[in-house]
């Protein structure tokens, strides 16, 4: 069973960085990705990996400022955000897929709990 145990979050303000970290258990597919959905908003992908070649996206409102990374010791995928902007203030999931390693929520099935995230001007 897979099981995705995130931490990291909290209050921060502009301009400060914040490393999430999503520890992975019971998954051996290629696939990993984080998300985010503020209140109102639907969940947006933020950025997401595909292992065999290391090849990274990320949404263009984040380019620049976040890194997905894995750390193969902890068996996690991380997010390492910097330059926080209180528009990146919301919930941020960490998800895992089988298949299409794409942007967008309903090609992942397994899903953290999520963290929060709060940006102050």
């Given at each position: ?15 400060g960085s914040l490393r ?102």
């Open positions: 069973q897979v099981h995705l145990v995130e931490s990291g979050g909290g209050s921060v303000q502009a301009g999430l970290s999503c520890v992975v258990s019971g998954y051996n597919g290629n696939c990993m990705a984080w998300f985010r959905q503020a209140p109102g908003k639907e969940r947006e992908g933020v950025a997401r990996l595909w292992l065999p070649n290391t090849d990274t996206y990320y949404a263009d409102s984040v380019k620049g400022r976040f890194t997905i990374s894995q750390d193969k010791a902890k068996n996690s995928v991380d997010l390492q955000m910097t330059g926080l902007k209180p528009e990146d203030t919301a919930m941020y999931y960490c998800a895992v897929g089988f298949a299409l390693c794409s942007i967008r929520p309903q090609h992942y099935n397994d899903w953290g709990q999520g963290t929060q995230v709060t940006v102050s001007s």
